[in-house]
């Protein structure tokens, strides 16, 4: 077995975790941009509103909305 002669500085601990942070950035940006077929994948299909409940929707969102 050989001896390395290695150590881990200031600069690459920060990098370690810039790595990280980034990582975590991305993992977010990522499921942020396919949320909906994420959400679609595991919902059962039941929860999509029918015609009569998005009108009803549509119309309690307009009457709340000041002249």
Do not use: C, H, N
């Amino acid at each position: 077995m050989q001896t390395l002669f290695a150590y881990l500085d200031a600069g690459s601990g920060s990098m370690i975790a810039q790595i990280l942070v980034g990582g975590f950035a991305a993992a977010g940006v990522a499921i942020k941009m396919y949320w909906k077929k994420i959400k679609g994948f595991f919902s059962r299909g039941d929860d999509q509103a029918t015609p009569a409940a998005a009108k009803a929707t549509e119309a309690s969102a307009d009457e709340s909305k000041p002249s």
